[in-house]
């Protein structure tokens, strides 16, 4: 069983930046596509960006393109979010999952990690 366990999250102005990470126990990441999805209190589980198990695909929600970059780093079992120009829109608590496609569906992917905080202040 994966477990994934992000972090990276916190407090920032309008207009800043964070990365976030997730980390992969086992030796299956290599194997499946990672998303990321964000929940704001009150509002529905929302994607935001994917990365196919090649790291040549790449997929973002449209409120993200352009702000938002996914990367994954194999040797070390983690993938990232890096967030640029972030908004007060932004925040949310961020998942991330795994899944064998790369979809922005949230229903394939599972081994859920327990989120991450990310508040965008104005």
């Known amino acids: 069983q994966v477990q994934l366990v992000e972090s990276g999250g916190g407090l920032v102005q309008a207009g800043g930046s964070l990365r976030l990470s997730c980390a992969a126990s086992?030796?299956?990441?290599?194997?499946?596509?990672m998303g990321w999805f964000r929940q704001a209190p009150g509002k529905e589980r929302e994607f935001v960006a994917a990365?196919?198990?090649?790291?040549?695909?790449?997929y973002y929600a449209d409120s993200v393109k352009g702000r938002f970059t996914i990367s994954r780093d194999h040797a070390k079992n983690t993938v990232y979010l890096q967030m640029h120009s972030l908004k007060p829109p932004d925040t949310a608590v961020y998942y991330c999952?795994?899944?064998?496609?790369?979809?922005?569906?949230?229903?394939?992917?599972?081994?859920w990690g327990q989120g991450t905080q990310v508040t965008v202040s104005s």
């Open positions: 999952a795994m899944s064998q496609v790369v979809t922005p569906t949230p229903t394939p992917y599972h081994s």
């Open positions: 086992g030796r299956t990441f290599s194997r499946y596509a």
């Open positions: 990365m196919n198990r090649g790291t040549a695909y790449t």
